[in-house]
């Protein structure tokens, strides 16, 4: 097993606080230049970057020293930092010197002549001259004893993961399906899927609501290893009903195996959620789960990994019990965990990523992104950003700021004011801007040499932020399919940097594992989601047909009513009465999806005589839940009005049964943006395909599908879909509709008598529809 020496050293010998100020010190270009400068005048003999290795057992450890001196038999460390330099001694010095005498203990394991080494550890500012030293001499018994010792340290823990992993490879051999029977089409999602997590093939795979495509995923990654051609499982998701799916289906494969069994699973709640002291920085000042971490941070991590399925409630309690940071303490267990339920961003953020995904251990990673509809537009978000006045001008506000700070700050707000005058106040696209881009750098800087008080100054904190992400994505864009976009009037002022192609990011990300699939109820047409992903075998698809007779699913198109914006107001009163009668024709309840919240606040108050709530902005976790619970009670005559796209809209989990039909209003087009603009351009100039069909008919189309999913959660529901809208006459349209509905035509005058006769059937006695009723 390989391993690097700043591994080892900071596995064994980390020591100290979570501390925000000492975990940014300096820019690698500016390290590497300082290092330069500094070992320029050195002796002859001096060798700078001098590789390294040693082995001890099956650890094969080795590095690069930054200098080696044979002659005066020095070995030198070099740290480049802004910090203070004594201060970031004691904060990290634990590590930096552990570093320092591996190195020494490997020289001196290559050179049977070297009876003591010189260690040097050197911190250098990355512009200011001069070096703060630590310096100590050490014999080569004493060098190779440390060096035995923190390998067996290490070994040790290793040695333990192993024969849990081995333990849960047999567990897994003899895996039976949880449930007993495969759900239709189940077993041939999870054939495929074991097949490309064995082969590393890369696979899209639509398949719908109550098809049981997380448990397909899931055995299939679990069959894999126990073969011992997997190692890890990491499972996105973008929303908690995802992550609960497959924390409920761990548990389902927990209860046939052993009690004893070894299989463990990590989720990762957002730091913000998880946090004890959300209010405070990670400062060991004013955090009492940040001062001491590392201490007690083994002991928290071997009792939590005990616990094999890890949760948020878990990692709580346990994060108490030992008074350790749970965010940190779960990307510390989750190094070493089996299966990884988080977000997208974990992977395909360039900022946040999880290098700890992987690791000597677990090498071979399979990755499922649940919703994978959703994929495409979350990473041209994350490859984005924006640079705002606002913000900036918060920052300025604050008193007691830094000089340094503060001409940093005017020197941004000045370089946005000059581009708001040049673009005029309207929205418009821009080349870089390259005054913008250094006066950010020179912020950086500053905020680096003075490191910034996010307690005291939590504006200047959050422009700062804001600057780091605006430069480093600006750094890593590429030179097609990124723009800079100025939007709003010079007083309130951002430029935005905006991603129109993503499917290169998300390639080059999907890359890393071994095997993936992309997983929705939603992928319809195949090619278009695998042109947008970046997809390196678009012919990799698997369409499933789902566990419920088509029949069971009422699917009606009404395309004479006009929900075109300038004709809302004229036809509200045909669309309230379209709505009356669908829903008076059964008991249950339904759910009515439309553009916008203006939209569905004009037809929640024109609908007369049903039980209806409506969705509003800015709703909060509870009242989110006790909606879902009021809409959930089946059988109730409720009608929900929702918003397509939001929380209600799609990815969301009714209880089986709940809806008897959902009526989707439009077709949910995003209004017409410079962004969207230029999405549309980028995608026909890169030769891929209609730009209107990825810019504005995907994320609509998908938005009014991910609705009617709502419906269908079971093979014993049944259920209808109307979608009202003209466009839905359009085949570029019709397009998006799963190959699995059975769509019928219908005007909007007798849909309710359809949706009647769909649910008693024509030769019986209809019950009365709304239109008979009034």
Not at 89 to 112: C, F, I, K, S, T
Not at 236 to 247: C, H, K, N, V
Not at 585 to 608: C, R
Not at 629 to 651: N, Y
């Amino acid at each position: 097993m390989r391993l690097s020496v700043k591994e080892l050293a900071e596995f064994v010998h980390r020591q100290g606080d979570i501390h925000y100020r000492y975990q940014s010190a300096t820019l690698a270009q500016e390290g590497i230049a300082r290092q330069k400068s500094f070992q320029r005048d050195r002796a002859e003999g001096y060798q700078r970057e001098h590789r390294v290795s040693a082995t001890f057992g099956e650890l094969e450890v080795s590095g690069r020293i930054d200098g080696w001196d044979p002659a005066s038999r020095v070995v030198e460390e070099i740290k480049t930092t802004r910090a203070d330099p004594d201060d970031l001694h004691d904060h990290a010095g634990d590590v930096h010197m552990a570093q320092l005498r591996l190195y020494g203990a490997m020289v001196a394991l290559a050179d049977d002549g070297l009876a003591d080494v010189r260690l040097r550890l050197v911190y250098l500012h990355p512009v200011n001259p001069g070096e703060t030293v630590f310096e100590e001499t050490a014999g080569r018994d004493d060098l190779i004893g440390y060096f035995e010792t923190t390998c067996a340290i290490y070994a040790a823990w290793i040695a333990g993961v192993r024969a849990r992993v081995e333990d849960r490879n047999r567990d897994l051999t003899g895996l039976a399906f949880p449930y007993g029977e495969f759900r239709a089409d189940q077993r041939r999602i999870a054939k495929y899927l074991y097949r490309g997590f064995r082969d590393a093939a890369d696979w899209l795979v639509e398949a719908p609501t109550g098809s049981g495509k997380t448990m397909a995923g899931l055995f299939a990654a679990l069959k894999t290893m126990g073969t011992g051609e997997l190692d890890r499982l990491v499972f996105l998701t973008s929303r908690t009903t995802g992550q609960r799916a497959m924390e409920d289906a761990l548990i389902d494969v927990v209860n046939v195996l052993e009690t004893e069994h070894a299989l463990t699973a990590v989720t990762v709640t957002a730091k913000d959620r998880i946090c004890f002291a959300a209010a405070s920085p990670c400062d060991p000042t004013s955090c009492e789960y940040a001062r001491g971490y590392y201490e007690r941070m083994p002991a928290a991590r071997r009792d939590l990994l005990a616990r094999r399925l890890i949760r948020r409630v878990e990692v709580e309690a346990v994060a108490r019990e030992h008074v350790v940071c749970p965010f940190e303490l779960t990307l510390d267990a989750m190094a070493w965990a089996d299966i990884v339920i988080c977000d997208y961003n974990y992977v395909f953020d360039p900022i946040v990523r999880l290098a700890r995904l992987e690791n000597q251990m677990f090498a071979r990673v399979a990755l499922i992104v649940d919703e994978a509809h959703q994929l495409g537009e979350r990473v041209r978000d994350m490859l984005g950003s924006r640079l705002s006045r606002r913000t900036v001008k918060a920052a300025l506000a604050e008193s007691g700021l830094p000089a340094a700070l503060a001409k940093g700050l005017r020197s941004v707000d000045r370089a946005l004011i000059s581009i708001g005058r040049e673009s005029a106040d309207t929205e418009c696209e821009i080349d870089e801007p390259e005054p913008l881009l250094r006066a950010t750098e020179r912020l950086l800087a500053a905020a680096l040499e003075t490191a910034v008080d996010a307690e005291r100054f939590p504006s200047t904190s959050a422009a700062c932020f804001e600057a780091f992400q605006f430069a480093h994505l600006t750094e890593n864009a590429a030179d097609s399919g990124f723009h800079y976009i100025v939007d709003g009037a010079t007083r309130d002022l951002e430029v935005q940097l905006v991603c129109t192609i993503p499917g290169d990011h998300i390639r080059a990300c999907m890359d890393r594992f071994h095997g993936s699939a992309r997983v929705s109820g939603s992928l319809t047409p195949a090619s278009v989601f695998q042109e947008i992903h970046g997809a390196p075998d678009p012919d990799n698809v698997v369409i499933s047909e789902g566990c419920f007779p088509p029949e069971h699913f009422g699917v009606f198109l009404v395309t004479d009513l006009s929900t075109f914006y300038r004709d809302r107001e004229r036809t509200l009163p045909q669309v309230t009465t379209l709505i009356q009668g669908v829903c008076t024709q059964t008991t249950g309840n339904y759910l009515v999806a439309l553009p916008s919240y203006e939209y569905a606040a004009a037809v929640a108050d024109t609908v007369v005589g049903l039980d209806s709530r409506c969705q509003h902005p800015g709703m909060t976790a509870e009242e989110r839940e006790d909606f879902i619970s009021w809409i959930s009670e089946a059988q109730t005559g409720r009608v929900g009005i929702v918003v397509m796209g939001g929380v209600f809209g799609e990815s969301v989990d009714f209880r089986d049964g709940a809806l008897d039909g959902v009526i989707a209003i439009g077709a949910g087009l995003p209004p017409r943006s410079l962004k969207r603009d230029l999405i549309a351009n980028d995608t026909v100039a890169a030769g891929l395909r209609d730009g209107d069909e990825i810019a504005y008919r995907q994320p609509a189309m998908t938005r009014v599908v991910q609705a009617a999913g709502r419906v269908i959660r079971s093979a014993s529901d049944r259920g209808v879909a109307v979608l009202v809208d003209p466009r839905f006459a359009n085949a570029a349209y019709r397009a998006f509709l799963p190959s699995r509905w059975r769509v019928r035509n219908i005007g909007s005058r007798g849909v309710g008598r359809e949706v009647g006769q769909f649910w008693f059937g024509a030769g019986e006695c209809e019950r009365p529809t709304w239109e008979t009723a009034c």
